[in-house]
């Protein structure tokens, strides 16, 4: 029997609160593009693609591992990149999160799994295919007080794209890490 894979990435999901808040402010423009489910948006810390599931263990045991501090997040920028992706990004992306990312890719390093090559911008997206911005007001600032991630299965169905927890890990040292049914 062929090995089922999942289609992983590892990210920060934003908390339901600041969700609402973005998506409301998304809402009340004439911004571009096909917008993301406010239930999905999230800031993608690695990606990982097809990965078979005899792998999933390894994956959870190797991010529980990781030691990490809690955060703040301030998305303070509207930007549009070349291939339409309308999103939300810092100004300047903190030495935490880029820390926690640096874990990230040398434990999937550890575990043989591709590594994306790409330089890493911290971003939140916002819509896809979006044309380009005309005189685009700046964003309010969106504080996220960032204390976990989270790992990720992305499935596809008739409803869109759904994005099902696989594993939770505080970013505090404290005992309250998670583990979901694949």
Do not use: K
Request: hydrophobic content about 45%; proline content about 11%.
């Amino acid at each position: 029997m062929p090995d089922r894979f999942l289609r992983l990435f590892f990210a920060l999901p934003c908390p339901p609160p600041l969700a609402e808040r973005i998506g409301r402010w998304r809402d009340d423009r004439p911004l571009p593009g096909r917008q993301v489910a406010t239930a999905n948006l999230h800031l993608t810390l690695a990606f990982l693609g097809q990965v078979p599931s005899a792998r999933l263990e390894a994956l959870l045991d190797m991010a529980a591992a990781i030691e990490a501090a809690p955060f703040d997040l301030c998305l303070d920028r509207l930007l549009r990149w070349r291939n339409g992706i309308l999103l939300l990004a810092p100004s300047q992306p903190p030495g935490a999160l880029l820390r926690l990312r640096r874990a990230l890719r040398s434990g999937l390093a550890e575990l043989e799994l591709p590594v994306e090559t790409r330089p890493f911008s911290a971003h939140l997206t916002l819509a896809r295919d979006a044309a380009p911005l005309e005189d685009a007001p700046p964003p309010p600032t969106f504080v996220w007080q960032v204390d976990h991630f989270s790992l990720f299965c992305s499935q596809n169905d008739a409803a869109g794209v759904r994005y099902r927890t696989l594993g939770r890990w505080a970013l505090c040292g404290e005992d309250s890490n998670e583990r979901f049914a694949p």
